[in-house]
């Protein structure tokens, strides 16, 4: 196999196991069939990512503490030390690049026979659709590759390429740019596409397409990094009727707290549960060793969630569950193994992800209220997230300025609102790698100490390891590599 150089798009299209021979010659031009409105949509399924971020973001965070057991694969071992991953494989950094840009490619392919149709109106809904697509894998993709978004600093900073046209040749040469180029690449897309989107175009499972929600609710994270705090509340309260989020949370405390572990783990991530505004079904381990990886979470973090330490001093109703005394985990995820071969147990695992929620919805506009000053807002959204989590709800229970002041010991309004958002968002996506995140925006240390507590590893606000190495093929391609 040639390695000399690498395939960003067109090496995604179709993907190859290490060490086979190369695909084809000459990248496989099949646009001529796709010639339909019908067809176009059929070809945008293909434009969502289809792997798993939650593996090694979850494990780079401080969310995932040493078990000390013997489950020590690489592709949670890894990214637990921020090292740079060797593997190529699902549920790894490389893995997803790679799916990433295949998203991307799919979505080029559908955008250049809309703008080659004579009648472009047909089309108008898959051209909302693409661009969503477009501009959400290329902001998972700077988000987890490059250093997040500065307005200082975004115009020297490395970005990742920006991939507009389908792939012509087999290799295509690609250049980084900065972040600031790739935010307004993104920021086109987003203001361009989102108003093309027909929530009526859709005849599959809305759940697994950007629909007008999806599509607000991915303008709220966007922005949000961004740190545009008032288009994170513009694009959340248009991401529910009415701005009111508190019919679409999660019933925690109800519902969820009656089902069965397996019942409840095929529950979070069904298309019907209304919190889940955009699914992405991928290629992944994750539902299989979620559980027994030996770095995650465990006792100390099972206590976190439901334990009493918490600005409203009341217990969560999270259904926590261990395997054994170190193996702590929420069921959140189902395994759909998909055999090759009926009389042998050889196929794929898929996990469906839910890439946008109601809950994130509601933290970012918490979050955007917080920073805007509108703190009465921002506790009117936590406490709706409350009224859904915490055990026996009653409003006594409602959080005030003065009770989170006091419970952080601060008369900053501001920062003990942040403090409370943070506290509940990290334990709200226990396992669902969402914690990383935070800890790039608001630069939050992560320290990991070994089982016996003889290391510890601090991973500082400005280290450099806090950026995904992009994967060997883009370095050997000449792709400026990430500082170490």
């Not at 697509?133 to 900073?157: E, G, N, Q, W």
């Not at 955009?278 to 290629?283: G, I, R, V, W, Y």
């Not at 985990?329 to 839910?354: C, H, S």
Request: aromatic fraction near 12%.
């Amino acid at each position: 196999m040639k390695r000399n150089l690498v395939y960003i798009s067109a090496l995604a299209i179709m993907t190859v196991a290490p060490g086979c021979k190369k695909y084809l010659e000459q990248l496989p031009d099949q646009r001529t069939e796709v010639n339909t409105p019908a067809k176009v949509a059929e070809l945008l399924t293909s434009a969502y990512p289809r792997a798993n971020y939650i593996p090694f973001l979850e494990a780079m965070s401080d969310n995932a503490n040493d078990k000390g057991t013997e489950d020590n694969t690489r592709a949670n071992r890894q990214p637990w030390f921020w090292e740079v991953s060797s593997d190529r494989d699902q549920d790894t950094p490389d893995f997803y690049w790679q799916k990433a840009y295949a998203a991307i490619a799919a979505a080029n392919q559908a955008l250049e026979v809309i703008d080659q149709a004579a009648d472009k109106a047909a089309y108008n809904a898959s051209k909302g659709e693409a661009l969503l697509c477009r501009a959400y894998a290329h902001f998972m993709l700077v988000t987890i590759f490059s250093k997040s978004y500065d307005p200082a600093t975004a115009a020297k900073d490395p970005g990742i390429p920006y991939v507009t046209k389908p792939e012509k040749v087999v290799v295509e040469k690609y250049e980084r740019k900065t972040v600031a180029y790739v935010y307004e690449q993104i920021e086109k897309d987003l203001t361009e596409g989102l108003p093309l989107i027909d929530d009526n175009s859709y005849t599959g499972t809305p759940s697994y397409h950007f629909t007008t929600a999806a599509a607000h609710a991915f303008a709220s994270r966007f922005y949000l990094f961004k740190k545009n705090y008032a288009k994170v509340v513009e694009h959340a309260n248009l991401t529910f009727p009415a701005g009111k989020a508190l019919p679409y949370l999660r019933p925690v405390n109800t519902i969820y707290i009656a089902m069965e572990e397996l019942v409840l783990r095929k529950e979070y991530t069904r298309a019907t549960q209304k919190a889940n505004l955009l699914l992405a079904e991928t290629e992944s381990l994750w539902a299989r060793n979620v559980i027994t990886n030996r770095y995650g979470c465990d006792p100390t973090l099972g206590d976190l969630i439901n334990g009493l330490d918490n600005p409203s001093g009341t217990r969560m109703d999270y259904k926590v569950y261990y395997q054994k005394p170190e193996d702590y985990f929420i069921p959140k995820f189902y395994e759909l193994f998909i055999r090759v071969d009926q009389n042998a147990n050889i196929g794929t695992p898929w996990d469906m992800v839910p890439l946008l929620t109601a809950e994130e919805v509601l933290f970012n506009r918490a979050e955007a209220n917080t920073q805007l000053g509108n703190f009465n807002e921002a506790l009117a959204d936590i406490n709706d997230f409350l009224s859904q989590r915490n055990n026996r709800y009653n409003t006594a229970q409602n959080l005030s300025i003065d009770k989170v002041r006091d419970y952080y010991g601060t008369i900053d309004t501001r920062a003990a609102i942040l403090e409370t958002i943070l506290h509940y968002k990290r334990i709200e996506f226990m396992l669902e790698g969402l914690r990383w995140f935070d800890i790039l925006r608001h630069k939050i240390p992560v320290t990991h100490t070994s089982f016996d507590g003889k290391t510890k590893m601090v991973l500082g606000a400005n280290d450099p390891r806090r950026l995904v190495q992009i994967p060997q093929e883009a370095q050997l391609s000449g792709l400026e590599l990430n500082p170490r």
